[in-house]
C-alpha cells in the first residue's frame, strides 16, 4: 500500500454550543490540516495521486472554512465544530473530490493547536 500526504492550514472563529468552560466563548484558531491519501497500486507516472490535483482539491474545501465564524458555515450551524467534526466534514468533502476505483482518502488530521488534534479514518 502506498500513501501520500499533504498539509495546509486555515484560519477561523467558533465558539463550542453547550460546553461548560472557556471554549464556549468565541475564540478563534490557526488549523493545520494533513490529508492522506492511499493507493495499492501506482499510476503510469508511478503516482498515488498528482500532489497537484490533491492541494487543488483541498484548497477548495479549506477555502470553506478559513477566515470565517464557523458557527454560520454548514453543517457547523448544527454541530459544533470541533477537530473531530472537522476532520469528518474534511475527508467527505475530499472523498468525493479525489477518490477512484484504486484511490482514497484514508486519514484526515486537523490540529487546533501545537499540541491538540484529531483524526478521521474509515
Known amino acids: ?3 501520500v500526504t499533504i498539509e495546509t492550514s486555515f484560519s477561523s472563529a467558533h465558539n463550542i454550543r453547550g460546553y461548560n468552560g472557556a471554549c464556549e466563548n468565541l475564540h478563534g484558531h490557526n488549523w493545520k490540516v494533513l490529508v492522506t491519501v492511499r493507493s495499492a497500486e501506482l499510476d503510469s507516472l508511478g503516482m498515488v495521486i498528482d500532489f497537484k490535483k490533491l492541494k487543488a482539491e ?3 474545501a479549506v477555502e470553506r472554512l478559513d477566515h470565517k465564524y464557523l458557527n454560520d458555515v454548514p453543517p457547523f450551524d ?3 465544530a470541533t477537530a473531530e467534526n472537522i476532520a469528518g466534514f474534511l475527508f467527505a ?3 468525493r473530490a479525489v477518490n477512484t476505483d484504486g484511490v482514497k482518502v484514508s486519514r484526515m488530521r486537523v490540529w487546533e493547536s501545537d499540541t491538540s488534534m484529531a483524526e478521521y479514518y474509515e
Open 93 to 95: 468533502q475530499l472523498s
Open 1 to 3: 500500500m502506498y500513501e
Open 58 to 60: 483541498t484548497k477548495k
Open 78 to 80: 448544527k454541530i459544533n
